[in-house]
Structures are given as structure tokens and as C-alpha cells.
């Protein structure tokens, strides 16, 4: 299948997309940084994020990872340390765990970020309402601090990976953000980790300063200024011009590009999986043979090839998270078998993101001539990220949502809890099946003896019910003017400035 020729078929949608890059390249340049001083980072991303790690996707994290801490600090392949706030815990038992938190740690507004502090971190994540991670802590039957350095929580059934998701649970100052919200808190946001808020610009800019009372290793930048630029070009204009010293998040094509103008060019494979979340309720996608009709109408092999020069990998499954990991099951491209299934008349929506994932308007335009070939009528539905995230969270997403799955905690857990069971962020797709299946696993020793429950899930998530469609694993390309050293992107996707110079 050409997609050349699929995506002529939407001139008008491209040039409504040419034009809106225009108008992002025409309001950047009006609000670019200014120029470099000595020990400063200039930072360019796709978007603005959520800076309140309760209610904000993972994405966030590279710029509020400046400021704030992970309760337990991994390594760059996930590898549990015990070298941050939490420095050591024990397992004495199957549904309990003991925690030893630093001495010492305090938040730039004073407080303390004690056992108390983690405890109520750990609980925000569970109760919190719009909590993007209280799928995550059901099984948590309570958290308490027992003194200033202790925290115990325990869980209702056993779960061998509790310690892991502490991983991507980041410590927040308890008065504060009870004083003043996760709307005041993004606004003003606080922390424990080596830097700290200097300055926001609404829809502008965030600038960070090293926090000279923190704990640790102070950091050797005096300064990080993150900036938004929506198109991959104009991220990579800026660091070749100067303008900026860091752009992230760019396509395969900018890399290249920019390796050909003698910038520096960091390649990486992360956890990072695009997906396509079908949502069940609503006809025509609560009949399962449309479902199993999407599926097998997406050639996943044409889409990394014809627009990202093979530089993505293709992946039909959901669980294996961890990058080169092969699915027991992935879906399969079979568009005749595809158009067998579907129903005359059959019409959804596609939703896609127009500020996240490179070249996420091509990807949304061939899958959309893919299922159109099989005679499903699609309508484009182009929209900020966080709108989309609004629609799902809210429960109004109707039809099929593209979205990158980023499993910060490197085990099939992390997937399996956040999309599949009944509290899952998405609830895209119900099925009892689902949590049984969770609960089961979690009961074993390990992820390695809970993998034959994970891909049994993954078979009846992409095959049997076929509500959610893996598409691809991108490479992460970020272009680093030539002064820059020692920045570090992992492959769990997080971002480490506290070593960076420039």
C-alpha cells in the first residue's frame, strides 16, 4: 500500500495544518528565549504540560522532573535505587511494605519532606479526583507514617511490584498543595529536587533555578528556560540559529536533518508505543467485528515505512513494554478478511493529537484511507493533546483516540493496570477478564512469573476483543546544539538536566 497516495487524498486538512504551522512558527519567533548566558539551557518542546504530577500525564515530567522528585529513583532501565528519597524498604510480608525515607529534605517553601510527605503523596495518587494514577493504587488498602523517616503501606492482595510504581509517584508538599489545589499548585508549583520555579509564562515559557538547599548534588546549570513550538522543524530552526540549545521530540526526517547541519543527534528507543484506543460503548464500535475489522485493516508496516523511513519499528502488541520485546499475539494487517467484516454504512470518528508525537497528521490520515479502503467512512478529528485527555478522562471520547502509552515502570503491570482494568484511565474497554487477570498476576513472585497472565491479556485486548490497536514503537530524536554534554534521555522516556552543561 502507497502512502503517498493515501495522503493526497486530504489537501484541505494539510493545508489547514501548513497554515497553523506558520502561525506557530510566526508567535515563536515573537517569543523565543533570549540569547544564551553563560551555564544556561534553552529548551524547546512540542507542547505545554500539566505541571501537577497528580493529575498530569507522564509527559510532563521533562520539565516538572527539574523541580520534583520520584519517590524511589531508577536507573536508566528501570533498576530500583536506593539512593533518593526513599532509601531503603522491605517486603516482610506479602501484602505489606516498609519504607526508610531520607532525613533532612525540605521543599523550597520550608516544609518537610518527610515519611509524612511521602505517605501523603501515596494517598493523593489513590484519592485524589482526576488522579491520573488511581488505577494504579486500588489494591492500596492504606499508607501511614509511623515517625519521620517510616512509612508502612499496605495492600489489600499481594503485589510484587508495589515498590516499582513509587518509581513514577513524585513527592509533593502536603499544606501546600491541600492549601491550594491542583490549579494553584500548576500555577506556582513547589518541590525537593535540584532546581526550582524561577518564572512562568503563561503559555510562554517556564524557567528553572538550581534550588541551592537541596539535598543533593547540586546541578551544574544555572538556568533551564523550556519554550513551545509545535512543529519539529521549527524546534530544529531554533537550535541550529541559536535560539534554543536543546529541541525534543522530533521526527526520524528533523534527525537526520539536523545531523546533516553538524548539530548533535541523540538517538533513542524508549518504552514509548503508539497506540489506538477504541472506545466500546457507542455503535458501531461496540460490535466487535468492526472492531476486529480496524484491526486487520492497519498495515502497521506500511505506516513505519512510508512515513518514517523505517526508523519506527512496527508492533502489534499491547504488553511488551519493554523495547525489542516481541508480542505472543500482535495484531495482523488482513484487509480482505477486514472488509468481509464490515457493515454497509459503517462511519466513526478518529481522534489524534496536532501538538504530540512526530508527524501524527500523516499517521492519522493513512489509517483513516486504510480503514476507508475497507468501507469504514472516517471523520478527522484534530485536536490539542489535553483535549483529547479531557474527552477521555471526562468519559465523552466516542471513537478511536491515537495516543503514545508510556510505561514509566518497565513491567506489563504498568499497561495492564492504567488501560485494562475497570479503574483504568481510559475505560475504553471493560471486561472483567481484565482485572481478574491484574489481580492474578500481581499475586506472583515476579513479572517474569506473571508474564503468561500478561499475554494471555494482551491476546484478549488486541485479538479477541480487539479494543485497542498497537501501531508502532518510535525512536526518540533529539537535537542538541554542540556545547551541550552530558544530557541523558532514558529509555523510560524521563529527561536528566541535573548533570547537563552547556
Request: hydrophobic share 40%; glycine share 8%.
Amino acid at each position: 500500500m502507497s502512502l503517498s497516495r493515501m495522503t493526497r487524498k486530504r489537501p484541505a486538512l494539510l493545508a489547514v495544518l501548513a497554515a497553523s504551522c506558520v502561525l506557530a512558527a510566526g508567535w515563536l519567533a515573537g517569543s523565543a528565549p533570549a540569547q544564551k548566558q553563560d551555564d544556561t539551557l534553552r529548551v524547546v518542546i512540542a507542547a505545554q504540560v500539566n505541571l501537577d504530577p497528580i493529575t498530569g500525564s507522564r509527559g510532563g515530567q521533562w520539565v516538572w522532573g527539574t523541580f520534583l522528585e520520584p519517590l524511589i529513583s531508577v536507573d536508566s532501565k528501570g533498576n530500583l535505587l536506593k539512593t533518593g528519597i526513599i532509601t531503603n524498604w522491605t517486603h516482610p510480608n506479602p501484602t505489606t511494605w516498609r519504607f526508610t525515607v531520607r532525613k533532612g529534605v525540605k521543599f523550597t517553601n520550608g516544609e518537610a519532606g518527610n515519611a509524612y510527605a511521602v505517605a501523603n503523596s501515596i494517598a493523593l495518587n489513590k484519592y485524589a479526583t482526576g488522579g491520573i494514577l488511581n488505577t494504579y493504587f486500588q489494591n492500596l488498602k492504606y499508607v501511614r507514617a509511623i515517625n519521620p523517616t517510616t512509612v508502612v503501606a499496605v495492600t489489600t492482595l499481594p503485589q510484587f511490584n508495589f515498590a516499582n510504581q513509587l518509581g513514577t509517584v513524585y513527592l509533593m508538599p502536603p499544606k501546600y498543595y491541600k492549601q491550594v489545589g491542583t490549579t494553584g499548585f500548576r500555577a506556582a508549583p513547589i518541590g525537593t529536587g535540584p532546581f526550582k520555579v524561577d518564572n512562568i509564562q503563561a503559555g510562554r515559557s517556564i524557567t528553572v533555578v538550581p534550588n541551592t538547599a537541596y539535598w543533593g548534588t547540586k546541578p551544574k546549570l544555572n538556568q533551564i528556560t523550556f519554550t513551545y513550538a509545535p512543529d519539529p522543524a521549527q524546534r530544529i530552526a531554533l537550535v541550529q540559529s541559536g535560539a534554543a540549545d536543546v529541541a525534543l521530540d522530533l521526527t526520524p526526517a528533523g534527525g537526520r536533518a539536523a545531523s546533516a547541519a553538524k548539530l548533535q543527534v541523540l538517538r533513542v528507543a524508549t518504552t514509548l508505543k503508539l497506540v489506538m484506543f477504541t472506545f466500546t460503548k457507542q455503535a458501531p464500535l461496540n460490535n466487535v467485528k468492526v472492531r476486529k475489522a480496524i484491526s486487520m485493516a492497519i498495515d502497521r508496516d506500511a505506516i513505519v515505512k512510508g512515513i518514517f523511513q523505517n526508523a519506527y519499528q512496527a508492533d502489534g502488541g499491547l504488553l511488551n513494554v519493554i523495547p525489542g520485546e516481541k508480542a505472543k499475539n500482535p495484531a495482523k494487517y488482513d484487509p480482505t478478511a477486514a472488509k468481509a467484516l464490515v457493515p454497509a454504512g459503517t462511519s466513526l470518528t478518529l481522534d489524534y493529537p496536532t501538538d504530540r508525537y512526530p508527524n501524527m497528521p500523516e499517521v492519522a490520515q493513512a489509517i483513516a484511507q486504510m480503514l476507508e479502503n475497507v468501507g469504514i467512512k472516517v471523520k478527522l478529528v484534530p485536536e490539542p493533546y489535553t483535549a483529547g485527555v479531557v474527552k477521555v478522562i471526562g468519559g465523552t471520547m466516542s471513537g478511536l483516540w491515537i495516543t503514545g502509552a508510556v510505561p514509566n515502570v518497565p513491567d506489563s503491570n504498568f499497561l495492564a493496570q492504567g488501560f485494562l482494568t475497570k479503574n483504568s484511565i481510559s475505560k475504553n474497554c471493560i471486561d472483567r477478564r481484565f482485572d481478574a487477570g491484574t489481580a492474578a498476576a500481581l499475586t506472583k513472585k515476579d513479572a517474569a512469573a506473571a508474564q503468561p497472565i500478561y499475554d494471555e491479556m494482551d491476546k484478549l485486548a488486541v485479538k479477541d476483543l480487539a479494543c485497542f490497536d498497537p501501531l508502532y514503537r518510535p525512536v526518540t530524536y533529539d537535537v542538541l546544539s554542540n556545547s551541550v554534554k552530558s544530557f541523558v534521555h532514558s529509555p523510560l522516556n524521563t529527561v536528566y538536566f541535573n548533570t547537563t552543561t552547556n
